[in-house]
């Protein structure tokens, strides 16, 4: 889900704007003299001043004393063209994508998305080189990307993965962690008497060496003594045809019990297929999206999700074009917990009798 800032975060991003224009110089006015000026609450204030030392934007010079603007703050940021790369064409008009962008271009950065996609150019790590090459950017935010393109990607342009298999790259990049939430929802089921658990993920994704999470899928099906093998995680090529294949291959003897779906996209695929070609009886598989949409609020009973805090994401990105802008190096990879946000209206077939 995406929740839009706090106050806090709000108030904390707007004085670092104004500390940026210049509206301050060396120290902050007094804390009192400051809440009067921006008609705040002095409490509220006092959590952004906070916030801002703890981003290295202030340093704190003891009780009772005004706020000193860091040096490095005072240095003029350069504005950036930042190239955006999306995993797929209808990312460029997700809530999270459209603030990022808001974000950047208040700050002065000047966004630009890339022509093509991931999913357009195929995930060729040189074709997104090549694409990069032509960018004239002088940074790079890569949603979603293969650890091949974001490795070819980072010795182009500095790059930001924005999700993605960054785990042994030496760059800065952002996204939830899904594997506690996804092994909770797996007992949660085991709990419920369901035993044929399957996970969808985009064949990109199963490429080689496994990814964390379906690594941890496999595993923890494995600890609850459940069936193991290929049809838990099944490989399909990667469009729509391969997708509808792969469903008809998983339900044409036994039905799973439960499908794992890796994005919201594939997400109502399934439904639509479960709905239309299966019927009724089949309706009864319970699916779990591990991405959040706010459509999800919608449904009763409700959606079976995991669930993180986007506006995190979307601050921690920013953060890093703002800090490349001023020349300082960062590298850190931040990972957010995700939740597994279940759905105890569900009526499981072991319940029936």
Not at 63 to 85: C, H, W
Not at 170 to 178: L, N, Q, R, T
Not at 287 to 305: A, S, T
Request: charge should be positive; aromatic fraction near 8%.
């Amino acid at each position: 889900m995406f929740k839009s800032s706090s106050v806090v975060e709000q108030l904390a991003a707007y004085l670092a704007d104004q500390i940026k224009e210049g509206r301050w110089s060396e120290v902050l006015p007094g804390r009192n003299a400051l809440a009067k000026e921006l008609s705040v609450n002095g409490s509220t204030l006092e959590r952004a001043l906070r916030l801002l030392e703890k981003d290295g934007v202030l340093e704190p010079q003891g009780a009772g004393k005004r706020r000193r603007i860091s040096k490095k703050e005072l240095v003029t940021a350069k504005n950036l063209r930042v190239l955006i790369i999306l995993y797929d064409r209808d990312d460029e008009v997700s809530h999270h994508m459209l603030v990022l962008q808001h974000r950047l271009n208040s700050a002065g950065h000047e966004v630009i998305f890339a022509p093509k996609t991931l999913m357009e150019l195929k995930h060729d790590p040189d074709a997104v080189a090549a694409m990069v090459k032509r960018s004239n950017a002088g940074a790079c935010i890569v949603l979603a990307g293969s650890n091949p393109i974001l490795g070819r990607v980072r010795k182009i342009l500095p790059t930001f993965a924005f999700y993605g298999a960054m785990a042994d790259l030496p760059i800065a990049g952002v996204g939830p962690d899904k594997i506690p939430a996804m092994r909770e929802a797996i007992r949660w089921l085991h709990g419920k008497g369901l035993e044929r658990i399957v996970m969808l993920s985009r064949e990109e994704q199963l490429r080689g060496k496994l990814r964390p999470l379906e690594a941890a899928f496999l595993e923890e099906l494995e600890l609850l003594d459940l069936s193991l093998g290929s049809y838990n995680l099944p490989v399909w090529p990667n469009d729509p045809g391969g997708f509808t294949r792969c469903l008809d291959s998983l339900f044409k003897v036994t039905p799973p019990d439960a499908i794992f779906v890796d994005e919201i996209t594939l997400y109502h695929i399934v439904q639509n297929y479960l709905v239309y070609r299966r019927g009724i009886e089949h309706r009864k598989v319970v699916r779990i999206c591990m991405e959040y949409h706010p459509i999800f609020d919608w449904y009763q009973p409700r959606v079976p999700h995991l669930y993180w805090d986007s506006s995190k994401i979307v601050q921690r990105t920013v953060r890093w074009v703002d800090r490349l802008a001023k020349g300082k190096e960062d590298k850190k990879q931040t990972r957010y917990k995700a939740q597994f946000v279940r759905s105890d209206a569900l009526k499981f077939s072991s319940e029936d009798s």
